[in-house]
């Protein structure tokens, strides 16, 4: 939840202080606000893995029964997609602004071939994490006889779990 507020303040900072000439988006000097909120978003992303991977670690037996969801598979590509891409943003225009990255030509300035490369890896992306997705988050999961099939399975596991450490501490 603290992202959320974390970014909605990011965003009404940029728009606030974007058409004033003070956000900088891409400028990585102090004068402006663009590494200020870089930094506080990049802190709020890291906190955000840092406790789904708590939460995942406390539910992971619940998310593998009586169903196994596959859940550490459905978590890397909905945070992949999420935070990756603003990873990768935030270095590139890293790169433009150490002149890594210049213009191209007389129509193409140094921040137009950033927000290119940008949308391009994404675009690139996207396509690589719909494959991922179509895999992951697989329909023949739902279907009634896979459902009925894994609740059997792991419905039998646990009584035999029981009836092991039943018969152990008699």
């Not at 939840?1 to 000439?21: D, N």
């Not at 978590?75 to 943003?89: A, D, S, Y």
């Not at 391009?120 to 494959?131: Q, R």
Request: glycine letters at 6%; proline letters at 4%; one cysteine or more.
């Amino acid at each position: 939840l603290q992202y959320v507020v974390t970014k909605s303040i990011a965003a009404l900072l940029t728009v606030v202080l974007e058409p004033i000439g003070w956000y900088g988006e891409g400028e990585f000097q102090w004068d402006y606000a663009y590494p200020y909120v870089a930094f506080f978003l990049n802190i709020s992303v890291m906190y955000a893995l840092y406790c789904l991977v708590k939460l995942f670690h406390a539910t992971q037996q619940e998310l593998r029964s009586p169903v196994n969801w596959h859940p550490m598979g459905k978590f890397l590509c909905i945070k992949g997609v999420v935070f990756f891409t603003w990873w990768q943003g935030v270095l590139i225009l890293f790169l433009k602004d150490c002149g890594v990255i210049g213009d191209a030509g007389p129509n193409w300035d140094a921040d137009a071939v950033a927000n290119a490369l940008i949308d391009y890896l994404v675009c690139i992306e996207m396509l690589l994490f719909a494959f991922a997705h179509a895999y992951t988050f697989t329909h023949r999961e739902y279907l009634p006889a896979n459902l009925k099939k894994d609740y059997n399975n792991n419905n039998n596991n646990n009584n035999s779990n029981n009836n092991n450490n039943n018969t152990n501490s008699s």
